[in-house]
């Protein structure tokens, strides 16, 4: 199982020097990966119609992931770099090809790409994408099609519903195909990555959710016959915050699971500093070997 730990920006007032601080340390303390939340605006909740039912508001910080990776590619030497998940069908479809593929190059290969549909309807309003919000997923499984075909380094043709590219290439290419990942809740995100994801991430779940959403998404990969379908990856988002008393239960039950991937969260534990989010995963990381 490889072992991750989210950055907890939403904690941390949008200190650059914490960004670097708490990848480096994450590195030094073996950790695999490094993962990040995204959201490009916060807005307030009240007065909504539909309603904004997420967790995050006006009042919670939040760095571009992409923007952050291509910094810490830079101060790190082997963490993977993880986007647990950017709002896909928000954004253009060939500028995130373009800017994973440089995230991949200047990294060393360092880069999986996690991508979800996301919650905040005012958000895709403020990106000029207001349209997308009720075809969202449909979307966003047409963009994963763009960017592997762009990614191949050919010179690519493609026309669908929102994209047109005539006779482009993406250059330079990433030299391999980064690995797409799904998150999300429901049924219709399960269906989607089973089809045609390189992993899953389940974060805010409960084990027992996770594990359930995991055998449905098995169960529809056979379906398909997927071939590569040994190679998925599950992954499970550990709340540092359960306690030490839950911590090696949470990643045995989890590991017991099939899961491949575990990520501890600290976030959540009335933790201030920067230094106390390192101690943090210090010790979830001792106690949990």
Aim: negative net charge; glycine residues 12%.
């Amino acid at each position: 199982m490889r072992i991750g730990a989210v950055y907890p920006q939403t904690e941390l007032g949008g200190d650059p020097g914490a960004v670097k601080a708490f990848a480096q340390a994450a590195e030094e303390l073996g950790y695999d990966h490094l993962l990040a939340y995204d959201h490009v605006l916060g807005a307030e909740h009240s007065g909504r119609e539909p309603v904004l039912g997420g967790p995050y508001t006006e009042h919670d910080p939040f760095h571009e992931p992409l923007v952050m990776f291509g910094y810490l590619a830079g101060v790190t030497e082997r963490i993977e770099l993880v986007t647990g998940v950017i709002i896909l069908p928000q954004r253009q479809t060939a500028l995130v090809a373009k800017q994973a593929a440089d995230v991949d190059l200047f990294s060393g290969g360092r880069l999986r790409l996690g991508v979800g549909v996301g919650w905040n309807w005012v958000e895709y309003d403020a990106l000029e994408v207001g349209d997308y919000w009720t075809r969202r997923g449909g979307r966003q499984a047409t963009q994963i099609e763009l960017l592997r075909k762009l990614w191949s380094g050919e010179i690519v043709e493609h026309v669908d519903a929102d994209h047109r590219v005539e006779r482009a290439r993406l250059h330079p290419a990433p030299g391999r195909q980064i690995p797409v990942w799904m998150g999300g809740f429901s049924p219709p995100a399960y269906e989607r990555a089973a089809g045609i994801a390189d992993g899953f991430i389940f974060s805010g779940r409960q084990l027992d959710a996770a594990a359930d959403a995991k055998a449905a998404i098995e169960a529809r990969m056979e379906e398909l016959g997927r071939e590569d379908a040994s190679e998925f990856g599950f992954e499970a988002i550990m709340p540092y915050a359960n306690g030490s008393d839950r911590w090696v239960a949470d990643l045995d039950r989890w590991r017991d699971a099939g899961g491949t991937h575990a990520t501890v969260v600290t976030m959540g534990a009335e933790l201030t500093t920067v230094d106390q989010h390192i101690d943090a995963i210090t010790s979830w990381r001792s106690a949990t070997g």
